[in-house]
């Protein structure tokens, strides 16, 4: 119960998009602000992203204007769109579940997380 999945990760060339998205079951993700943090190799987690309940976003400098956050909650998801792919966004990505954006910044804040999905940008 309770549990929020990632999806949609892979290797993608330089340039492309993708879409991540993240599945809550065990509870309505409507009643929640969602957030996408990533941990690329040998560093910390990020936060990149967060959508509030009334669909307020926020977004970090380093994807701001490539990267788009939307929730469909009439099926319990939540989606992070990614164009204009770099090698630096090569990272495992999470969603996480918390009441409000109000601490998005810190990863920590969010008090539920899924199992991550590899995000890979090479040639």
């Known amino acids: 119960q309770w549990q929020l999945v990632e999806s949609g990760g892979g290797l993608v060339q330089p340039g492309e998009s993708l879409r991540l998205s993240c599945r809550a079951s065990g509870f309505r993700l409507e009643y929640y602000a969602i957030g996408w943090f990533r941990q690329a190799p040998g560093k910390d987690y990020e936060s990149l992203s967060c959508i509030g309940r009334d669909d307020t976003t926020n977004y970090v400098d380093s994807v701001k204007g490539r990267f788009t956050i939307s929730r469909d909650n009439a099926n319990n998801r939540a989606y992070l769109d990614m164009r204009s792919l770099k090698p630096g966004d090569t990272a495992v990505y999470f969603c996480?579940?918390?009441?409000?954006?109000?601490?998005?910044?810190?990863?920590?804040?969010?008090?539920?997380w899924g199992q991550g999905t590899p995000v890979t940008v090479s040639l």
């Open positions: 996480g579940a918390e009441d409000s954006c109000r601490t998005w910044q810190n990863p920590m804040s969010f008090d539920y």
